[in-house]
């Protein structure tokens, strides 16, 4: 047994001496037992005793120095260093997924955003290499605050909702916690015991945490939330997480109007991340050894270039990796796609602040954190096998659970009468996210159950839409083109209905397939939506001019391609659509 003991700390040893650590992971640093050389290409870079990271460069006359025991061997968690071919662009992701809060729970990561007035809200993602990422659920199955959240009697609540909020993982009873303030009244929070559910909203806090940032203090098992605009809050929760023990400011702003709250506790110190919308990303670190403050700032991402010509990349989250590498996520505002998330490693200095690792302060290819992992493809085709929805969908608003069945086929009943026919104030609109920079949704739909009155097809549904599909009238039914659906963003009442751009004669019953391509690069001078249409599944004709995209920002929420079927004169007619096929060039 001694023989085999000692034959095992050798090979320790001699792996610990000679494995090499990843681009940006870490070499050195007090208590660190792992590869303490880096890969071809980076120099193990002293960055204060704790901390040592592997930087881009060749290696010179310095020498890093570590504290270790005496006894080495290589951790189980530190993964193999990826290949120099592998390597990742930006966007990481291009979709609309803002306001994102990035969590590691052992070896994988999660991923949560704001969805506003879409239900269910606040999309959770998950990934085991940080860049290839697949849908698995939501924090908030349904947006029960306020009867405005069903698009009923009038009401509407679009572009409010959920903002900004985080996820978090406490390890002390293995539960998941959501928490976010909702219209700047009440602070939500829910709980779940496994990341895909079934999450239950558990405690009503009446303090707005504004752009909530959850912390759980692994080492005492407090609950903290950073939040606040300009001047930033610091709370404790009680020790279920569901009420308030105290609150206090923490900090002024004195680089101008602050929000997105990001809270983190990193070898025993603590950080705020606060961005300034929306070219920045500062730090905030205590001074104290405390939650409470005073905190010293310094900046993260100043007025970063975009790697896709959107707006600065900003307002995000940092986060680890098994191995040791630390990370920086943000968004950049892409419209009319939507806000797309960026990432980029970061250093950490001798004054225990990070450093982005920008090339010419910009966001660039980077060396994969870990070997890449397969997730589901975010393109393909849902032929609607059953409920529940997969977790990529969202409706407008609360839908109509009585109004909708899935098998072999989403069945959409009406749920709405809008004799107006106003596409804004029709429940059990369903929206998929686009995917940038061009993509094309097409569908096949059976129109044959309409009745007289009845809409229902495919729009690009924003502030401003279009949509195309069928208009039952006096017996007889039409393939139309509509634009200029528009919305009036202070007063959130529709400004204009639209009109008919072209349309052509379909008979009464029967199928057809229609289908939506977009351009949703934010540098496009055009910005096109096209749409067509096809009897065969094969032959596609265009239907109208197109449809020009709104690229403002004051929406927040990208385009979406979304499915409808509406009433104007009375319920009762359905439509069943067989696919939804999303698919990029």
């Known amino acids: 047994m001694k ?300 007025g970063a270039q975009s790697p896709i010509n959107g707006g600065n990349p900003h307002q995000g989250g940092i986060v680890d990796t098994p191995s040791g590498n630390w990370y920086y996520m943000g968004f950049v505002d892409s419209y009319p796609g939507g806000r797309v998330p960026v990432l980029t490693p970061i250093t950490w200095g001798s004054d225990g602040f990070p450093t982005a690792q920008l090339v010419n302060n910009q966001f660039t290819s980077y060396p994969y954190p870990s070997t890449p992992q397969t997730v589901k493809s975010l393109t393909g085709t849902d032929s609607f096998p059953s409920l529940p929805l997969s977790p990529e969908w969202e409706w407008n608003h609360n839908p109509d659970t009585t109004k909708f069945s899935a098998s072999n086929g989403l069945h959409l009943q009406t749920a709405t009468v809008s004799t107006a026919d106003d596409l804004y104030a029709v429940r059990n609109t369903l929206t998929h996210r686009i995917i940038g920079p061009s993509s094309t949704a097409t569908i096949l739909i059976d129109y044959s159950s309409m009745h007289d009155g009845d809409r229902a097809g495919l729009a690009l549904l924003r502030d401003q839409s279009a949509w195309i599909g069928i208009k039952r009238n006096n017996g007889a039914a039409r393939l139309v083109m509509v634009s200029g659906i528009n919305m009036n963003l202070t007063t959130l009442a529709t400004s204009s209905l639209g009109s008919e751009i072209a349309s052509v004669n379909v008979p009464l019953t029967g199928h057809i397939s229609l289908r939506l391509t977009g351009d949703f690069r934010p540098s496009s001078t055009t910005n096109i939506g096209t749409f067509s249409y096809s009897t065969d599944g094969q032959t596609f004709k265009t239907l109208g001019s197109g449809f020009t995209m709104n690229k403002d920002w004051e929406f927040f929420m990208g385009y979406r391609f979304a499915m409808f079927n509406y009433a104007t004169s009375a319920l009762g007619g359905s439509v069943t659509i067989s696919s939804f096929t999303l698919s990029t060039p």
Not at 193 to 204: C, L, M, V
């Open 3 to 302: 023989l085999i003991s000692s034959s095992l700390l050798i090979s320790s040893l001699f792996l610990a001496s000679y494995a090499q650590q990843s681009a940006y992971g870490q070499c050195g640093g007090i208590g660190w037992t792992g590869a303490t050389t880096c890969v071809s290409g980076y120099v193990c870079t002293y960055s204060n005793p704790y901390y040592s990271q592997c930087i881009a460069g060749t290696a010179s006359g310095t020498t890093t120095t570590t504290t270790k025991p005496a006894t080495t061997s290589v951790p189980s968690s530190t993964s193999a260093a990826p290949s120099s071919t592998q390597t990742f662009s930006q966007p990481i992701l291009w979709e609309d997924l803002a306001d994102l809060d990035v969590i590691r729970v052992n070896s994988t990561y999660y991923y949560s955003a704001s969805t506003m007035h879409y239900s269910p809200g606040a999309p959770i993602l998950r990934s085991y290499d940080l860049v290839n990422w697949e849908f698995i659920g939501h924090s908030v199955p349904v947006l029960d605050w306020s009867s405005k959240y069903d698009l009923t009697n009038g009401q509407r609540a679009y572009v409010k909702g959920i903002w900004a909020s985080s996820l978090k993982y406490r390890k002390s009873n293995g539960m998941f916690y959501w928490i976010g303030c909702i219209e700047f009244a009440t602070t939500y929070v829910y709980t779940a015991p496994s990341i895909q559910g079934p999450w239950t909203k558990s405690g009503t806090i009446n303090n707005c945490y504004y752009d909530a940032g959850l912390l759980v203090d692994d080492a005492t098992d407090t609950l903290y939330v950073s939040y606040g605009s300009t001047d930033i809050s610091v709370a404790q929760l009680s020790s279920d997480g569901l009420s308030q023990v105290r609150t206090q400011q923490v900090y002024a702003s004195t680089v101008g109007t602050i929000e997105g709250s990001r809270m983190y506790k990193i070898n025993g110190n603590y950080y705020i991340l606060v961005d300034r919308p929306a070219d920045a990303e500062f730090v905030l670190q205590s001074t104290s050894g405390t939650p409470w403050g005073p905190y010293a700032v310094k900046q993260l991402v100043v």
